[in-house]
């Protein structure tokens, strides 16, 4: 798995190294930002022939500063100041100041700390600090997957088969880069992993308490739901990992009302306050953020400037939430908002993407899998993972940029899995995909370093 990841990642670096050779990027924001000219004004640009100056690492580093990655280190140096970037989740720029704010450049090399210095102290050690923690995380991740593939399914061609599919993502230098994909794939991961060993925990227990869930398998659920909460805290489609939990409930209140009069409700009610807490904890990954923000904008005893006397329109919506008006606002995201003429190249582009989540979802909802498992709390598992894929495909198409698809997917296992049984059955269609796979994050990639679209 490390040869393999080790490999793919030195493929990307080389296709990021080679659109510098190239020429420039087509926006130079990431290079500037690094040397601190990211602001409007007569300053802006006045250092731009230092980045001429930046070492090779540094102008590798700067390639990977695209996009939305921008905003993210910027944020992560300065705090939120403008309120487009509230579209951001806070995870990934918390994490990063949490970081720089440490000891840690001392472990660079003496290269990366002379970029450092000549920046004066500006955005190069954020976008490091990025960089390191998205390929780290992105490893991570493979490894959980690996381990959940395992769990789950007690096949470890299998599970290793769909560890390395992870690794090829389509997502490609955005698992690599300043970006949230790789540390919301490793919590989403993480959470399931938990997920599956509170099933596995009540599967193997004796008594019929204990295999109500038991308190280990509770535990294991709240769990489940603090990294489920710490995902969608970097990226908000994490939100549907709290289907698992709904799901769950609505099977526990279902045998409560179904149950005998001489059966103890105990065990049960006690699984219900675990699913209880563990979905609070899943929602809370998105709503603190939009409380911080209301306090900070909308409330008269905030003391924020001009919050009391003029504060912005979505405050008075309900729910009042800063996220919503943002991305409808500034990104034009929304219901068939992106159904246009000009975004028709992009749809296509997605298209593939979308078929693969649909298909490999419809495959797990329809086909029983208790055969498979052995687990009936498993089955319930991959059929509410399946559940969670096909709502991320429908927004995708109906809500989202489209295009983002390719990226947003790798946080969810259950289409790995699928892709990983078509392979290893040779479905023809399963070696097209991962085809598909290498391909686009070879295309992607080069496009993504020269700051030129789909993003």
Request: with cysteine; charged share 10%; hydrophobic share 50%.
């Amino acid at each position: 798995l490390i040869a393999v990841f080790v490999s793919w990642k030195i493929f990307l670096f080389a296709i990021a190294a080679g659109s510098y050779v190239v020429g420039n990027a087509y926006d130079t924001s990431g290079s500037l930002a690094l040397l601190g000219t990211t602001n409007s004004g007569p300053d802006l640009g006045k250092n731009s022939t230092g980045i001429h100056s930046l070492t090779l690492a540094g102008r590798l580093t700067a390639r990977l500063t695209s996009w939305d990655a921008i905003y993210f280190v910027s944020v992560a140096h300065r705090g939120y100041r403008f309120e487009q970037e509230w579209a951001f989740g806070t995870g990934l720029p918390l994490t990063i100041r949490a970081i720089v704010q440490g000891e840690v450049f001392s472990f660079f090399p003496s290269s990366m700390a002379r970029d450092v210095a000549l920046t004066n102290g500006q955005l190069l050690p954020e976008v490091i600090v990025g960089v390191v923690l998205a390929n780290t995380a992105h490893l991570l991740s493979v490894l959980v997957l690996f381990r959940l593939g395992l769990l789950i399914w007690r096949d470890r061609t299998f599970a290793l088969v769909a560890a390395l599919l992870h690794v090829l993502s389509p997502a490609g230098l955005f698992l690599s880069a300043p970006y949230a994909e790789s540390l919301c794939s490793l919590l989403s991961f993480t959470g399931y992993l938990l997920y599956a060993k509170s099933c596995r925990v009540s599967d193997e227990a004796s008594s019929p308490a204990a295999a109500a869930g038991g308190f280990r398998g509770d535990a294991y659920v709240v769990l489940a739901g603090v990294a489920f909460g710490l995902a969608t805290a970097f990226r908000s489609n994490a939100i549907l990992n709290g289907i698992p939990f709904a799901w769950e409930v609505v099977q526990l209140l279902l045998a409560l009302l179904l149950r005998r009069p001489s059966e103890t409700v105990l065990p049960l009610a006690r699984r219900l306050l675990a699913l209880g807490v563990g979905g609070v904890c899943v929602a809370a990954g998105s709503l603190v953020p939009q409380v911080v923000a209301y306090l900070r904008f909308c409330s008269l005893a905030s003391g924020a400037s001009g919050s009391a006397v003029d504060p912005p329109p979505w405050c008075h919506a309900y729910p009042p939430s800063i996220y919503t008006f943002v991305q409808k606002h500034y990104w034009n995201t929304g219901f068939l908002r992106y159904w246009n003429l000009p975004n028709v190249p992009l749809f296509l582009l997605a298209a593939p993407m979308i078929v693969v989540l649909t298909r490999s979802g419809l495959d797990h909802e329809k086909t029983p899998a208790d055969a498979l498992l052995h687990s009936a709390r498993l089955t319930t598992l991959v059929r509410s993972a399946a559940a969670a894929q096909l709502v991320l495909a429908v927004l995708a198409v109906l809500m989202y940029h489209v295009q983002i698809i390719t990226r947003i997917s790798s946080s969810y296992p259950l289409w790995y899995w699928w892709l990983a049984g078509a392979l290893m059955r040779g479905d023809k269609a399963g070696s097209q995909t991962v085809m598909f796979m290498v391909t686009y994050a070879a295309v992607q990639g080069a496009l993504f370093t020269s700051f030129l679209p789909p993003a």
